[in-house]
């Protein structure tokens, strides 16, 4: 059977104290919702996600990622709770799974588990040691029978360690019938999605648990939370890339992005921190350097190098303390101490201790072009926008504001005066 998905993205989440919505914190580089949605479209064509606070914000940041999310704006203040946001929600295929927006381990595995078999609803559900504070699941052979909230528990119920994780497969005709019939009558006067199961038993259908790992289906409420979940993604990303022969130096203490790619003999030394969509073949990346969104190939970086969107390095050494961005190097040596943006540097040159592109008026971005077997003397200046042609050596100390010709040597210095005996004149005789 072909599966509908529903993703409730509609709360507010205060208690993450944030003005940006809950469900679009980051966690290893991308929105919590879309780890969501990524999951939801590897078992389904059918994804609706449920919105209401800053919906348009949340929608817009969607449609920049994805292109056949369907979308339900709900309104929340007068259907509150995960029933409320049920209410007028429309799916295309018999059976629909209504995972949460703030669920961002969960795994396509368990996705399809849940949507396995043919009970009329499948439910997710915990073992926890302790299930203090939260409501029961009672279960008899293999069907569940009622969840009882923990304050109605009868001392025989709280020793039950069978708790709710909140993820349903319902057969969509089922959810079509109940969702209308949910009330509000209670306490909190909001709706309630768990309502169907008591529906669903009072009428004879068969409501089926399925046991899932408390991982996977954690919520995320707040920033110790998303820290939390960043923590387990982290595991997951570096596990994964370890098996694939990326070499990790004290995988504890990198991080990558989950966007991040890897090819061939890759060693992540302690303190790495790979981000965005960067791709890494056969290269060394040294303690404590950064890579964002760059290509680097059969290249090093570092110790404490850092390497900046749509950078290509192919074939480069890049140093301690050296910063590239927005360029391209190939076959190129810079071994310290520069920063090098918006240049293009060729086969066979060598970068000198101190040297930096001049790249930036206050007001547009310019270019530098070195060619090849340039020798750039340290301390230079390259003032763009300036061409350098092959064969060209650059005095140490120099401010290159012209383009240098194939095989020159350019020099740029104030005439070193030196003042006999000024030492003694300035402290005194000694």
């Known amino acids: 059977m072909s599966i509908s998905v529903v993703i409730l993205a509609a709360g507010q989440g205060t208690r993450m104290k944030s003005s940006m919505p809950k469900v679009l914190h980051e966690i290893s580089g991308k929105s919590m919702l879309f780890h969501a949605i990524d999951a939801a479209k590897q078992i389904s064509d059918d994804i609706t996600v449920v919105l209401y606070h800053q919906a348009a914000r949340i929608q817009k940041e969607i449609e920049a990622h994805y292109d056949t999310i369907r979308f339900h704006m709900q309104d929340a203040a007068q259907y509150p709770g995960t029933g409320g946001a049920m209410k007028g929600v429309r799916t295309k295929h018999g059976r629909t799974l209504i995972l949460n927006g703030d669920m961002p381990l969960i795994t396509k595995d368990s996705l399809l588990a849940l949507t396995s078999g043919n009970a009329d609803i499948n439910m997710s559900v915990i073992r926890l040691d302790d299930p203090q504070g939260y409501g029961r699941v009672i279960i008899e052979n293999d069907k569940v029978l009622e969840i009882v909230e923990q304050k109605d528990c009868t001392s025989e119920q709280l020793h039950t360690q069978t708790v709710n994780a909140g993820i349903y497969a319902v057969n969509t005709s089922l959810l079509e019938k109940y969702i209308p019939l949910l009330s509000n009558d ?7 999605l768990t309502d169907i199961i008591k529906m669903a038993v009072e009428e004879g259908r068969t409501v089926h648990p399925v046991y899932v790992e408390e991982e996977e289906f954690k919520g995320v409420n707040s920033k110790l939370d998303l820290a939390h979940a960043e923590e387990i993604m982290q595991r997951r990303i570096k596990r994964s890339w370890m098996q694939a022969g990326v070499t990790m130096r004290l995988p504890e203490t990198i991080y990558i992005d989950v966007r991040a790619t890897f ?168």
């Open 263 to 430: 090819e061939g003999e890759c060693l992540l030394e302690n303190g790495v921190s790979i981000q965005g969509a960067s791709h890494i073949i056969d290269s060394h990346i040294k303690a404590h350097s950064v890579v964002e969104d760059a290509h680097i190939e059969h290249s090093d970086v570092g110790p404490m190098g850092r390497v900046r969107p749509n950078s290509r390095l192919i074939r480069t050494h890049i140093g301690n303390f050296v910063e590239v961005k927005k360029s391209t190097l190939t076959g190129v040596k810079a071994g310290h101490l520069s920063y090098l943006g918006d240049a293009t540097i060729e086969e066979g040159t060598n970068i000198g201790a101190g040297v930096i592109t001049c790249n930036y008026d206050g007001k547009n971005k310019y270019q530098t072009i070195v060619g090849k077997n340039v020798f750039v003397g340290s301390d230079t200046q390259l003032v763009a926008p300036v061409t350098i042609e092959d064969d060209v050596m650059i005095a140490a100390g120099s401010t290159i504001n012209k383009n240098v010709s194939k095989g020159e040597l350019a020099i740029s210095r104030v005439p070193m005066k030196t003042v006999k005996n000024f030492f003694y004149k300035f402290f005194g005789e000694k």
């Open 186 to 192: 209670n306490a909190q006067s909001e709706y309630y």
